[in-house]
């Protein structure tokens, strides 16, 4: 599968937040369906754990990105590894279709990222979110040790 970059090659479905555990034969059915399950029990976060309001926080709608500044448009090519996998690519994302993991958009958006196979003991679909990083706030944050 050539890409030729634009939005209408067969990459331009890839901006997906995804991190899916495949295998090079397929998918297992066996995983467990984790979309939503927080939010379900953001009581038992509340009342038993007494969760800090900033916890509450992200529980509830989920997580916000915190952008520093908006990024730019862009449309970015997968990763030589996606590319030399591309029925494993369509398959993933096939099955996370199917799975109501991810939606179909008709018209582009505003950021397409690289999707990357990563190949380990299973072939695994990831999103490459660098170009992303580049426009988030890094907290910074202290390492405890043993001297400080």
């Known amino acids: 599968m050539e890409s030729d970059g634009g939005p209408d090659s067969d990459d331009d479905a890839l901006e997906l ?3 899916c555990h495949c295998s090079k034969s397929g998918f297992s059915t066996s995983e467990p369906e984790v979309k ?14 007494e969760a800090p309001p900033f916890i509450i926080d992200v529980i509830k709608p989920g997580y916000s990105l915190p952008f520093r500044e908006f990024l730019p448009s862009c449309f ?5 590894s996606a590319l030399r996998n591309p029925q ?15 939606e179909e958009h008709s018209s582009p958006p505003h950021c397409v990222n690289p999707l990357t196979g990563v190949e380990g003991k299973k072939l ?14 890094k907290p910074k944050f202290h390492y405890e040790n043993l001297r400080s």
Do not use: C, H, M, P
């Not at 970015?76 to 030589?80: D, E, G, P, T």
């Not at 494993?88 to 991810?102: C, M, P, Q, S, T």
């Not at 695994?124 to 706030?137: A, F, M, P, T, W």
């Open 76 to 80: 970015l090519s997968n990763n030589r």
């Open 17 to 19: 937040l995804i991190d």
């Open 124 to 137: 695994r679909l990831v999103i490459d979110l660098r170009e992303v990083n580049k426009y988030l706030v």
């Open 36 to 49: 939503g399950r927080l939010a379900q029990s953001v009581e038992f976060w509340e009342n038993t754990l």
């Open 88 to 102: 494993f690519v369509r398959d993933a994302i096939l099955e996370l279709l199917k799975r109501g993991l991810v």
